[in-house]
């Protein structure tokens, strides 16, 4: 009974903190406009056209804050690095799991390319459509936790992975520095991007290159995060 | 009735008012349980819910329905009457950050509790205060 | 050479180093010493610059994202490159003794906390500035849980808590940033920031504030700090305290500057400051565990330094540069001797120090010691008396009077320490350091000597950059003047 009067307690005044928090944010953007009309994402549409790509998300992720991009795939590769150092156990063996159904075995081997292609397409046509990099990476890595969670015996080729992971991230800031050098601006677009080629799969110079590039590692670190995160799971 | 009540949902000063009513709810939800849970697992939740209600938020509130998405394409051939690219392009970011670090907390849950079974955050104190 | 090559050389290594692993054990390592002498050098070289360098990613600012090299920022830049080099030079002998698990894990970490340290400080662009964040965020968090076991993993759990709910906050002051102001670019901000409405300067301002008080180490937000030092090896400890803060001390008051030139709330932070480092010059009193002892300690100086930035006074900030010079050093020294006296004689309790038989060693530690308290003749002392005479001027003397009897404090356990490295007792065993690890350790010291005899050498440059820091307008002209 105690117990219970103290727990309830301590819910009613977090929520009390809670609710004062947020309602005094709410209160002061309800009391602010909220769209701003002359903002620089109007200001880089414009510019947008002058890259020879027709999406502008694509434009404004991979190109003009190009720079945040480097960043973010700097952080999911120190975090897949850090989940493999913390969960790596060479002590660990490989527990017994129950084999998981046929139907599920065969399901996952059919859609296991067709996952595949769809992914491949989202990231090569990033600057085509709605998608990209990171989307396509993401859509191939759930392709591989598919194979992981389905065959006891699947094995991902890691030395592959590791490979065009490794391509990837170095050709990435290569292309930076060379645009560096002849542009004089880091990660500048020193490929030929005519306008009227917008709309092609081949258009907009460096840019779909730099998110294929992405698409390459977010798929191999994710996938890695994927099997780090699953085959603990596994042992215990 | 139906229609009064659509068309008046429909403007873009009631979006944003809902979405933001939404969020800042999604919000609350989040802190409220940042600071009673005491799961380790639940407290990386609820950080979760509170990054996606600042989402959802920015999302709402640079919308404006009268502009299409920024891609050219289906008629669309002019950079012009489209929405703003840089919330999509910020917050495309802050997921991945975001999942990257929550991936890497849970992986440290999850060895912490190998070596220790204590999932209580009350509880960790293996250091002396 | 571009600025931009502190961040792309790190990222570029870190990526390469599955390649450079088949070099074998010791690629990985000298490559990346190799790297950061060569991103020390190139720091030095900028020292002479005239101008600051503006230096464009992909479109002009005010829409892309710009680094801006100025006198500040170059002296920040500096001290964070070449501090890691010594502390890689240092670790390429100490891993003779004992070395870390995967190193070349352990190297791609040093590097991305380099390189992100260096954005924090260059980057022009708030959103890039949450990235840096982030990146710095992550490989602490990863190098807190290095060893794996139950201490190293709680501080990592705990330091990752409070990382993320500091985005949060960071991330939802920015965002209400663009969608009221319409722009990222630190200078545009700085422009209409004025314009905005009361409250709602007031809730950016108390979201950045709570955003980077956690990272800061501010007083109310910094209940972590101590245990993230205990359950981490002594040898991170010392990049936390000489890099990891800085920059983010940096990075906070470089925004404030600019966002609040009137300096609005610049008493609440001042007595927030001199609060912060009483409070954990009390609290280190009765620590019996060197590490945690140096933690608060750290908390301390860091409260010093905050109360010396917030008070928009360019003699204050040169104070302040002097202590960030100092401290950084003598922390550095401190927890590289302390994790060679763990390595020894296994332990990292106070008594240590009275059994300790390391005669140069104990030396380059008292200096150290003794120029953390701000003794006369060493680098501590300038700051503290620019910061103590900046503050009379302005007649701060309540903050005066918390910031001595802090200093007092700290006098205490400091003393007590030399005490026990000097009194002549019964000795442990030898602890013999390499000569390499020697010369490493003088030449710290030597630095901490020589800007403590001779400040007229830095004064200059420091009056300098301490006013190009506090200067918002004339960093507005050179970003938005690129447009024209």
């Known amino acids: 009974m105690n117990l219970k009067r103290k727990l309830a307690l301590s819910d009613i005044s977090g929520f009390a903190l809670a609710s004062v928090l947020v309602l005094t944010i709410f209160n002061v953007i309800l009391q602010n406009s909220l769209l701003t009309q002359n903002s620089a994402g109007n200001a880089l549409l414009a510019l947008s056209s002058h890259e020879g790509v027709a999406n502008a998300v694509t434009t404004v992720v991979v190109y003009f804050r190009g720079f945040d991009t480097l960043g973010e795939i700097a952080v999911l590769f120190i975090a897949s690095l850090g989940i493999g150092l913390i969960l790596e156990n060479p002590h660990a063996k490989q527990g017994k799991k129950e084999e998981s159904n046929f139907m599920l075995k065969t399901a996952a081997k059919l859609l296991f390319p067709i996952i595949l292609l769809f992914g491949i397409y989202i990231m090569v046509y990033g600057h085509l459509s709605p998608g990209g990099g990171f989307q396509g990476g993401v859509i191939i890595a759930s392709g591989v936790l598919l194979l992981l969670i389905s065959s006891n015996n699947f094995h991902m080729p890691h030395k592959l992975i590791a490979i065009l992971e490794t391509f990837a991230g170095i050709s990435y800031v290569f292309i930076g520095l060379i645009g560096l050098l002849l542009l004089d601006t880091f990660l500048g677009n020193f490929l030929p991007h005519d306008i009227s080629q917008m709309g092609m799969l081949f258009s907009g110079g460096i840019i779909p290159i730099i998110y294929i590039i992405v698409g390459i590692k977010v798929g191999s670190e994710m996938s890695f995060i994927v099997q780090n995160l699953l085959q603990r799971g596994e042992h215990d | 009735m139906i229609e009064i009540i659509l068309s008046y949902l429909n403007q873009d000063i009631v979006i944003q008012k809902i979405v933001l009513i939404g969020s800042m709810s999604l919000l609350l939800i989040g802190l409220f349980g940042l600071l009673t849970q005491r799961h380790i697992i639940k407290v990386f939740m609820s950080v979760a819910i509170m990054e996606s209600s600042l989402f959802l938020f920015f999302i709402g509130s640079t919308f404006n329905k009268n502009f299409t998405a920024p891609i050219l394409g289906d008629g669309h051939v002019d950079f012009i009457h489209m929405n703003d690219p840089i919330p999509h392009a910020m917050i495309l970011t802050a997921i991945v950050i975001g999942m990257a670090v929550l991936a890497l907390g849970i992986s440290f849950a999850i060895e912490y509790f190998k070596l220790t079974s204590i999932t209580d955050i009350d509880r960790m104190n293996e250091m002396k205060n | 050479m571009s600025s931009i090559l502190f961040i792309a050389l790190p990222l570029l290594f870190a990526f390469c180093v599955p390649l450079l692993e088949k070099l074998g054990r010791n690629g990985v390592a000298y490559a990346s010493t190799l790297m950061q002498i060569f991103l020390a050098a190139l720091a030095f070289s900028f020292f002479g610059l005239e101008h600051p360098q503006l230096e464009i990613i992909a479109i002009a600012p005010p829409l892309g994202i710009s680094f801006v090299l100025d006198q500040a920022s170059v002296f920040f830049v500096a001290l964070f490159s070449s501090l890691m080099t010594l502390f890689s030079l240092y670790y390429l002998w100490q891993r003779k003794i004992k070395s870390y698990k995967n190193e070349a894990k352990f190297f791609i ?283 009379a001027l302005d007649g701060l003397f309540g903050a005066m009077a918390i910031i001595l009897i802090a200093s007092l404090l700290e006098s205490v356990y400091y003393f007590k320490l030399s005490g026990y490295l000097t009194q002549k007792e019964e000795r442990g065993t030898l602890l013999s350091l390499d000569l390499v690890q020697k010369i490493l350790l003088s030449f710290l010291a030597l630095l901490l000597v020589t800007a403590g005899t001779a400040p007229f050498l830095v004064l200059d440059f420091a009056a300098h950059a301490a006013n190009v820091m506090l200067d918002a307008q004339s960093y507005i002209a050179l970003i938005l003047g690129a447009v024209q």
């Open chain 3, 109 to 391: 970490l040093l590097n991305t906390l380099l390189a992100s340290a260096v954005g924090l400080v260059l980057s022009n662009d708030i959103f890039n500035i949450y990235v840096f964040f982030e990146i710095a965020g992550i490989s602490a968090y990863i190098l807190t849980a290095y060893e794996k076991n139950a201490k190293a993993l709680e501080a990592g759990i705990k330091y990752l808590l409070t990382g993320s709910v500091a985005s949060i906050f960071l991330v939802l002051a920015i965002m209400l940033i663009y969608i009221n102001i319409g722009s990222l670019n630190l200078a545009l901000i700085a422009q209409n920031f004025e314009t905005l409405p009361y409250n709602l300067k007031v809730l950016i301002s108390l979201l950045l504030f709570l955003g980077f008080g956690f990272k800061v180490e501010i007083f109310p937000l910094n209940f972590w700090v101590s245990d993230v030092y205990e359950g981490s090896s002594t040898l991170i400890n010392g990049l936390f305290s000489a890099i990891v803060v800085k920059a983010y001390l940096f990075v906070f008051f470089h925004i404030l500057y600019l966002l609040l030139p009137s300096g609005e709330f610049s008493h609440f932070l001042i007595y927030l400051g001199a609060l912060s480092m009483l409070v954990s010059q009390i609290v280190a009193l009765k620590q019996t565990n060197l590490k945690r002892l140096f933690a608060y300690s750290s908390l301390g100086q860091v409260g010093l330094l905050f109360a010396a930035f917030s008070m928009h006074d360019s003699d204050a900030i040169m104070g302040a540069f002097f202590i960030v010079f100092a401290h950084s050093i003598a922390k550095m020294i401190l927890f590289l001797s302390l994790s060679n006296i763990e390595e020894h004689y296994k332990s990292v309790d106070i008594s240590i120090l009275q059994k300790i038989n390391a005669p140069y060693l104990g030396f380059i530690m008292l200096i150290a010691m003794l120029s953390i308290l701000g003794i006369p003749l060493l680098a501590g002392f300038v700051g503290k008396f620019l910061i103590l005479k900046s503050m």
